[in-house]
């Protein structure tokens, strides 16, 4: 265990914020692995320390950049994005910093944490009344929807460029190009598996297309809501659920290639908010519920079809954003 004495890697000058996004500790969960008696290894990349608190960072920086390289986005020109909330701080942290505009388009049924977020960032607000029938704190397929509509809508109105984190392939190459590069190399190469809770798929889709790239034989394990896994053929019974971020019930996700999966988990409410907690009382891992998804399913895999595997798995953002829920409570 380091102590004062123990010589550190001290983090070089920036001049940017955005300079600060990626690069992000892997941590080995040696805690859970062993007081849960598992077989394997448990290696959480932790995008929540990304200025943002989120993975979304990696995004919302490629997507800019990228079209500003292209044209499709010109000097000073208005953003808008649909988000549940991590790629729309991304978002404002980047626009910010590069004199853009930013509107963040997002579902009242998303935490009010974020919504404060990325106005303090800088980001212009337009909350969308859920679906009829909808209960706060869990967005479902419906109220994306209704988001998507007020997005478009607003494109138009003010010229804007759409950073549409569910089709720009950017949104994927930042994990490919970035995320899974990172991985393979914190984790000496050891990497059998990923796991990774499904929002627009990029994430999954960009981290397994690098992994295996380098290793063909690694495996790649989709995660849903219970209740609401249409990846894995089944039927949605219950399209109301706390993971924010994901689970929509979407079988169109232009961003994810099935044929790179290896299986489809399902994860119960009561399994993530226990695992999510396990990780911040065992690890000192503060993160929120798409998190405590990824880690119910790496020890499920643990457990069963992975025993003795080393499975890599993201920290997506931070639990601060969850403080009005009943997540820590």
Not at 76 to 100: M, P, Y
Not at 107 to 114: A, F, I, M, P, Q
Not at 304 to 309: F, K, P, T, V
Request: net charge negative; hydrophobic share 40%; proline share 4%.
């Amino acid at each position: 265990m380091a102590d004062s004495k123990t010589s550190r890697r001290i983090p070089h000058l920036v001049h940017s914020i955005t300079e600060t996004i990626g690069a992000t500790p892997l941590l080995e969960l040696h805690r859970i692995v062993d007081r849960q008696d598992l077989d394997g290894r448990l290696l959480l990349k932790l995008d929540y320390l990304n200025p943002g608190f989120s993975k979304k960072d990696r995004v919302a920086l490629a997507m800019v950049q990228e079209a500003r390289r292209d044209g499709s986005l010109q000097p000073g020109q208005t953003v808008v994005e649909l988000t549940s909330g991590n790629t729309g701080t991304g978002l404002a942290i980047v626009c910010r910093s590069l004199d853009h505009p930013f509107v963040a388009v997002i579902s009242r049924g998303n935490t009010v944490e974020r919504s404060r977020m990325m106005q303090a960032l800088g980001a212009e607000i337009v909350l969308v009344d859920q679906a009829e029938g909808s209960p706060p704190g869990q967005v479902s397929g419906e109220d994306l929807a209704l988001v998507a509509e007020a997005a478009d809508r607003i494109v138009v109105e003010r010229d804007a460029f759409r950073a549409d984190q569910f089709e720009l392939s950017s949104s994927a190459n930042a994990h490919e190009y970035t995320t899974g590069p990172e991985i393979w190399e914190q984790s000496g190469g050891t990497v059998d598996a990923f796991v990774n809770f499904v929002g627009s798929g990029g994430n999954l889709s960009g981290v397994t297309t690098y992994l295996q790239s380098v290793k063909p034989e690694v495996r790649s394990y989709a995660v849903e809501p219970a209740g609401a896994a249409v990846l894995a053929g089944q039927t949605v019974t219950k399209p109301n659920h706390p993971i924010q971020g994901g689970g929509y019930s979407m079988t169109d996700l232009t961003l994810l290639d099935i044929t790179t999966i290896s299986g489809f988990l399902q994860v119960t409410d009561k399994q993530v908010i226990e695992a999510t907690r396990l990780l911040a009382f065992e690890e000192g891992v503060f993160a929120g519920f798409s998190t405590g998804a990824n880690l119910a399913a790496a020890i499920e895999l643990l457990q069963g079809d992975e025993a003795g595997s080393t499975i890599a798995l993201m920290a997506c953002d931070s639990g601060l954003k969850y403080l009005s829920t009943d997540l820590y409570s």
